[in-house]
């Protein structure tokens, strides 16, 4: 994989490989998370994907790309630690390269917006409404909101329903705009051509926008809290939910990171610590599992479990943990944790859209190993690294999502 900064607050990431029949093609505006914008940044890809000068309507997009041998144009809208990562995604064959390119650039720069706000922002409010029926994922979205109150990780990936509701032509129009000049860009292109060619398809357009990019700050570590914090909400649920987050410091290296990374399967990937002891030892939960949030350094468990069992559950998820912290875990734990990881890698390299979400991801993050990097790193890294990474996060909030009494 090659990155270059093609101008201002631009980067370009390609890899040039025939192993695929199909090419991806993504661009993402990306901005620190704001409650205030969060919804126009979800709203504005799905609008954009609408229609464009050259090509008004949805037909006549769709009809258009048709004409490219099936390609797709796709709005996609991420939350990636405390950034929002929004823009479109197109899947295509090589010899559409230049049609595709040209097509995502004419709706990125010369999009109809006034004519489908109205529409896609009542999908939006579907979709955010949406969002809250999925239990589920809906715990650990408040364990966020509520766990880090006023900082960018609490808000939610397509905003807030009042704040959709509110959202107008004019005020869409107008953080179009901003989103154009001020944001930084992203774009990752696999396939054949070389970036050379890419770079040439796409910077004319963007040295054309007058833009006026200025990088923004990285945000302040949160505050690591002496005490972990309980929060209950009470929602038409049968099945209650438990979310728990622990919070690291900052990564000093990859083997803190590949380190921290296996400490979290140990205890919640698969058939982890919680899988076999909170849900098949102890039929505590119906599920359970947990995960690190590679942008934030945080873990993640989360459980559906009856009312009645919701004290011992979650006491039994935290002493799991503690026992990875305390190195409670075998040979065997570290080798299935390791094959279940390099598993994942290897199915994400196997593909261009898995290259694409490991990429963006890693370009989010400002940082720049590889798929081989990481399992490198991860063939070296021993029961010490594992504990030592675990030791180093603090429990930090605890959620429960449970029905009224």
């Given at each position: ?35 205030a ?18 090509y ?12 490219l041998y ?21 899947t ?5 390269l ?39 994922s ?8 509520l766990a ?21 032509k ?6 179009y705009?901003?989103?154009l000049?001020?944001s ?16 040439a ?9 007058n ?56 205890y ?6 919680l ?17 690190l949030?590679?942008?934030?350094s945080?873990?993640k ?38 094959a ?31 798929l ?7 063939e ?26």
């Open positions: 994989m090659t990155r270059t900064v093609i101008a201002p607050g631009i980067a370009l990431n390609c890899v040039t490989t025939g192993q695929f029949k199909t090419n991806v093609l993504t661009l993402y505006f990306l901005r620190r998370l704001d409650a914008e969060a919804a126009l940044n979800a709203l504005l890809p799905s609008v954009m994907r609408r229609g464009n000068a050259k008004p309507d949805l037909k006549a997009m769709s009809d258009a790309l048709a004409d099936g390609a797709s144009l796709i709005p996609s809208v991420v939350k990636r630690g405390e950034l929002h990562c929004f823009g479109l995604a197109s295509f064959i090589s010899e559409s230049d049609g595709v390119a040209g097509l995502m650039l004419d709706t990125v720069f010369e999009p109809v917006l006034s004519h489908y706000t109205e529409s896609e922002r009542g999908n939006l409010i579907t979709r955010i409404r949406s969002a809250k029926n999925d239990k589920t809906y715990a650990v979205q408040r364990l966020d909101a880090c109150e006023g900082t960018p990780y609490a808000v939610a990936r397509l905003g807030g329903e009042e704040s959709a509701a509110a959202i107008t004019p005020l869409l129009e107008q953080h705009l901003e989103v000049k001020t930084r860009v992203e774009i990752f292109y696999c396939g054949t051509a070389e970036p050379e060619r890419i770079k398809i796409l910077l004319p357009r963007f040295e054309a926008a833009r006026n990019y200025s990088d923004f700050p990285k945000c302040e570590n949160d505050i690591l809290r002496n005490e972990p914090r309980y929060f209950t909400e009470h929602e038409d649920v049968e099945q209650a939910k438990l979310a728990i987050m622990w919070r690291g410091g900052e990564y000093e290296n990859l083997r803190d990171f590949i380190s921290a990374y296996t400490a979290s399967v140990i919640g990937g698969g058939a982890g610590k899988f076999e002891n909170v849900r098949e030892r102890l039929s505590l939960c119906y599920y359970a599992n947990a995960q949030d590679r942008y934030k945080v873990i468990a989360s459980s559906g479990v009856e009312a009645a069992n919701i004290d011992r559950a979650r006491d039994e998820m935290l002493a799991q943990w503690n026992a990875v912290t305390a190195g409670d875990f075998s040979d065997d734990d570290i080798a299935h944790a390791k279940s990881m390099l598993n994942a890698w290897l199915s994400a390299a196997d593909s261009p859209a898995g290259l694409e979400t490991f990429w963006q991801g890693q370009a989010a993050s400002e940082r720049a190993e590889s081989e990097d990481w399992s490198a790193e991860l070296t890294v021993g029961k010490q690294d594992i504990v030592g990474a675990a030791s180093g996060f603090t429990l930090d909030a605890v959620y429960c999502m449970r029905a009224k009494e």
